[in-house]
């Protein structure tokens, strides 16, 4: 008895060994990921996120950079040349939504005060768009955006379109929420979510403002796509979406219909999904953060974040390396 107690012993030590010799993956044993019952995932410093791409130069990016575990949005507002390989700092400080226009502006929203601010790639010339604004959208060509606005002295909440230098080209009494975008020629698109299904309203923003409470031209809907946190138009006909289970597209040929996303990323356990991702309209890539998580320890992890490269289809994915983060 002895002796099979010593065996059973042994046995389990070099099961043991062996499994400390395993690469440093997650093993789908636990909700798909066995993640659930683990003691942490910790975030691997410097974190980077909220890739945007410069629109009139397709080898130019910006991004965050969170370096020290910043203390409430506290970040760097880094510029990346794919092409020359240099990576500049050009500001730090609460940035919330990033967008770069063709108008050679960098604009943020501040969440410690609700502003929208701009900046130039440089550095310079930062300014203030609008006060008590969070969430804004801006157009094609850069040089307007739309924006919720909540007034201080009637305490109401407005929709304004302006210009890049803060002046109301008008505004009226409505809001359209957080999910909204204007990156196409002529429509204003708002997102609704129930689950996993996410539900467009496409307005024409040649006379949105015209008529107050006017409702949507029409409506699309996406089934089980997941819950959706970031989207954007590729063209003037396909749009993609960022869910907890990947990346996918969406061809409209009809924006008053159900459609079909087609799944071009997924997350898995080792790829976290809800990333974010810009649109390289020229040369048709996207560029997505992506985050592998990485076992360093029996019931500990880390999370890993880099930028990736692909085709709208998804193929040809690459890892950029970024020097000096």
């Known amino acids: 008895m002895r002796n099979s107690f010593l065996l059973c012993l042994l046995m389990l030590a070099i099961c043991l060994g062996c499994k400390q010799d395993e690469p440093n993956v997650l093993q789908p044993e636990i909700d798909g ?6 003691a942490s995932v910790n975030d691997q410093y410097p974190i980077i996120s909220s890739p945007v791409f410069n629109p009139n130069n397709p080898d130019e990016f910006a991004f965050l950079r969170d370096k020290y575990f910043a203390v409430c949005c506290e970040l760097d507002l880094m510029v990346y040349n794919l092409a020359t390989k240099e990576l500049k700092k050009i500001f730090q400080g609460n940035i919330g939504m990033l967008e770069w226009s063709r108008q050679d502006w960098l604009l943020f929203n501040d969440p410690s005060f609700g502003g929208i601010r701009k900046i130039k790639p440089t550095g310079d010339s930062l300014s203030l768009v609008d006060s008590f604004s969070y969430s804004f959208a801006l157009n094609l060509t850069g040089d307007q955006l739309v924006f ?4 201080q002295s009637d305490l109401t909440t407005y929709h304004r379109l302006a210009n890049l230098d803060g002046v109301i080209l008008n505004q009226q009494l409505f809001s359209l929420g957080y999910y909204y975008l204007w990156h196409h020629d002529s429509l204003l698109t708002t997102m609704g979510l129930d689950g996993n299904n996410a539900f467009l309203s496409f307005y024409p923003i040649n006379n949105y ?44 040929s009809d924006i008053n219909s159900v459609v079909t996303p087609t799944q071009i990323w997924k997350a ?4 976290v999904g809800n990333v974010r991702f810009t649109v390289q309209r020229g040369a048709k890539k996207l560029i997505a953060q992506r985050y592998e998580i990485e076992k360093v320890g029996e019931t500990q ?16 994915e690459e890892v950029i390396e970024i020097p000096g983060l």
């Open 148 to 151: 919720d606005y909540f007034s």
């Open 33 to 38: 990921c066995g993640i659930s019952n683990i």
């Open 301 to 316: 992890y880390v999370r890993n974040g880099q930028f990736v490269r692909m085709n709208y289809d998804g193929s040809d």
């Open 268 to 271: 898995d356990c080792q790829r």
């Open 209 to 252: 403002f015209d008529v107050p409470n006017a409702p949507p031209i029409s409506y699309s809907s996406i089934s089980n796509i997941g819950y959706v946190t970031q989207y954007d138009w590729i063209d003037e006909n396909t749009m993609a979406f960022s869910s907890e289970k990947g990346i996918y597209t969406v061809y409209f």
